[in-house]
């Protein structure tokens, strides 16, 4: 699981959450099969289950907004512990929270099997406009060095007495953000620059060889083939 290519896995998973979507909202057994598959690609990649559920802390809004749903929306209401709650904003809470579960488990396994260069790398293997791959590289490689003058100016304003307690204090928060913005820009033109400088000609060289052979292929279509499989199966049986 965690030597197979990018591109292989990114494929899967991208193929994972088409079927998850396109699986109407009543087929509880379907959604059921998706679940049992993800765990079992979670045992089979070792991956902790506290690893999983911390990570899919991010779901969190989404998740908010769903709990609200049935008590904003509209149409039949039902009585549900003493509360009136729209029925077709129930439906849509637990589609949005099954769909959204399974995506963020399906994208938590892949960043956990798969580092966040070799998913840009696979990600530019698989033809997505360089451009963004691209940027989305160079994000990776400089967010640490941004975090980092962040971290320094934060040190520099609190050696000079300053702590940020309330809102009286936020011109000079939204200062230094508009400091680091500056600094950032000013960086990322001189590493343009540099590598203009050296040759760029608007894509990136590969350095390493990602090429997948068929049985790397046709092992991470396991996932996705099981997925529409238990699709069909729903199917049938609706």
């Known amino acids: 699981m965690h030597r197979l290519p990018p591109q292989c896995k990114l494929a899967a998973v991208a193929a994972f959450a088409l079927t998850v979507v396109a699986t109407p909202r009543e ?4 959604f059921a099969a998706y679940a049992l598959l993800l765990a079992g690609v979670a045992l089979a990649a070792r991956v902790p289950p506290g690893f999983v559920l911390r990570r899919m802390a991010v779901e969190v809004p989404f998740v ?6 049935p008590f904003i929306g509209t149409g039949e209401r039902v009585a549900v512990a003493g509360l009136s709650l729209s029925l077709p904003g129930l439906w849509a809470a637990w589609n949005i929270l099954a769909k959204a579960t399974l995506g963020v488990a399906a994208s938590v396994l892949l960043a956990a099997t798969t580092e966040p260069r070799m998913l840009l790398l696979g990600a530019q293997r698989l033809r997505l406009p360089p451009l963004l791959v691209q940027i989305a590289m160079f994000m990776a490689r400089y967010l640490d060095v941004i975090a980092g003058e962040m971290r320094r100016m934060r040190v520099a ?8 307690r309330d809102v ?4 000079v928060v939204a200062r230094s ?3 680091l913005f500056i600094r950032s820009y000013e960086r990322g033109e001189r590493v343009h620059l540099a590598m203009l400088s050296r040759g760029y000609n608007g894509s990136m060289p590969v350095l390493s060889d990602l090429t997948a052979s068929a049985r790397q292929w046709l092992l991470a ?6 997925a ?11």
């Open 177 to 179: 953000a508009g400091a």
């Open 228 to 238: 529409l499989a238990a699709l069909l199966g729903a199917w049938a049986l609706a």
């Open 221 to 226: 279509g396991t996932l996705p083939g099981a």
């Open 157 to 164: 304003r609190e050696a000079r007495g300053f702590a940020a």
């Open 168 to 171: 009286r204090h936020v011109p």
């Open 64 to 69: 908010v907004f769903a709990l609200a749903v």
């Open 27 to 30: 087929w509880f057994a379907a």
